[in-house]
């Protein structure tokens, strides 16, 4: 100590005021470099409040939402922020998506697609996980509604590969929500890939009843009672259409019941108080159900059910609301009492049969539904024949 300081005894003045100088010097670049950074950070905060808030809109207000990311990503750097870049590229992929179910559907969900691709590029499994789970369950939910457009079959397998790459991290036991969530989706585009080819068809159903068992084993009646419905209804579509592949008796009987089974399930939660237009809409799953049932067992007795439920679906289905929907209810129903003519009540259920199928060619226009109204007209004829 006592050396050191005879060194600076013995400095000049000169070469003091030059250590003086530069010590003060370093500590303005410090001090301005701080300033720089909390201004970069104040910026990126605001920037970070801006991208929360389109996130909150998406669903909402996709046009704002739009404008809010076109506002801030220019101000970002995919190579300087990309976590940010990437978080802006899916959130305007979200609201292509939203956009997409109100105007120039395949547009958007093409514009949506890109989007998703573009986070991706960033989002990639090894440095974001979470991220890219995130955006690949949007990208496939993204192809599946594209797929009922065009390319059913290949646009199909690119949603089940999206699919597929978001369970690689959304495993059942580290994130069990999103993990029966996405379950769900891949059943669903199983499901849908099993209309594309008929001697597939059974193998694909097989593996989307697997998917929503698997969903369901996390989204059970007590702790997720909303998303269980949604999954015990498409279990119980799959099961339906199960039953139309493997037509012995037997199989088609155990497939029919597990269907009926499914949406009981189903409506357990959802209620005609709570949840009127899925409570119609497993109704009239539930009659289709049982109208096929009648082909195997208890004829008269699984008709009656059939009638039932889809009398229950129209008390929400009504032609002034839900006038598509209204429409395919009464051509069902008159199905139902075409067939239970031939068990009872001839005249009287045949009555029934041609009063529900008019009701249907009340929406089902001939210049505005053709094939439609070409099909309901061809069972009316039917109907009226036997009435004579």
């Not at 899916?90 to 547009?107: F, M, Q, R």
């Not at 599946?144 to 646009?155: A, G, N, P, Y």
């Not at 409506?267 to 082909?295: D, F, H």
């Amino acid at each position: 100590m006592g050396e050191n300081m005879s060194m600076l005894s013995a400095m000049t003045d000169t070469e003091t005021y030059t250590i003086i100088g530069a010590v003060l010097g370093l500590l303005g670049f410090i001090i301005s470099y701080l300033q720089y950074r909390s201004k970069k950070n104040k910026e990126i905060e605001a920037i970070i409040i801006k991208i929360e808030s389109a996130e909150d809109i998406h669903d909402i207000n996709p046009f704002k939402a739009l404008d809010i990311y076109s506002e801030v990503i220019y101000t970002l750097s995919p190579d300087k922020h990309p976590p940010l870049y990437a978080r802006i590229r899916h959130g305007e992929g979200a609201c292509y998506y939203t956009l997409s179910s109100i105007n120039n559907k395949e547009d958007n969900l093409r514009r949506a697609i890109t989007a998703y691709e573009e986070a991706l590029k960033i989002r990639t499994i090894e440095k974001y996980p979470l991220d890219y789970a995130a955006t690949q369950n949007s990208l496939g939910n993204a192809y599946s509604v594209l797929s009922q457009i065009r390319d059913k079959e290949e646009i199909l397998h690119l949603a089940v590969r999206a699919y597929l790459e978001a369970l690689i991290i959304r495993t059942a036991d580290k994130f069990p929500m999103e993990h029966a969530a996405t379950q769900n989706n891949l059943g669903n585009a199983y499901q849908s890939l099993s209309e594309v080819r008929e001697k597939d068809k059974e193998d694909k159903l097989t593996l989307a009843i697997r998917a929503y068992e698997e969903a369901l084993v996390l989204r059970t009646e007590d702790e997720h009672p909303v998303e269980y419905a949604v999954t015990q209804n498409n279990l119980g579509n799959a099961y339906v259409s199960l039953s139309q592949v493997r037509t012995q008796v037997q199989d088609k009987e155990k497939n029919l019941e597990l269907a009926i089974e499914a949406y009981n399930e189903a409506l357990k939660i959802r209620t005609i108080g709570k949840y009127p237009v899925e409570y119609a809409r497993t109704q009239n799953s539930l009659g289709l159900a049982y109208r096929n049932m009648s082909q195997v067992r208890d004829r008269e007795y699984n008709l009656d059910l059939a009638i039932e439920a889809y009398t229950e679906a129209l008390k929400i289905r009504t032609a002034d609301e839900f006038p598509l929907e209204y429409a395919a209810t009464q051509n069902n129903l008159g199905a139902a009492y075409r067939n239970l003519s031939n068990l009872r009540d001839k005249e009287e259920n045949l009555s029934m049969a041609v009063k529900a199928y008019e009701e249907a060619l009340s929406i089902y226009q001939q210049y505005d539904y053709p094939h439609l109204y070409e099909l309901v007209m061809a069972n009316l004829d039917k109907a009226v024949k036997m009435l004579q």
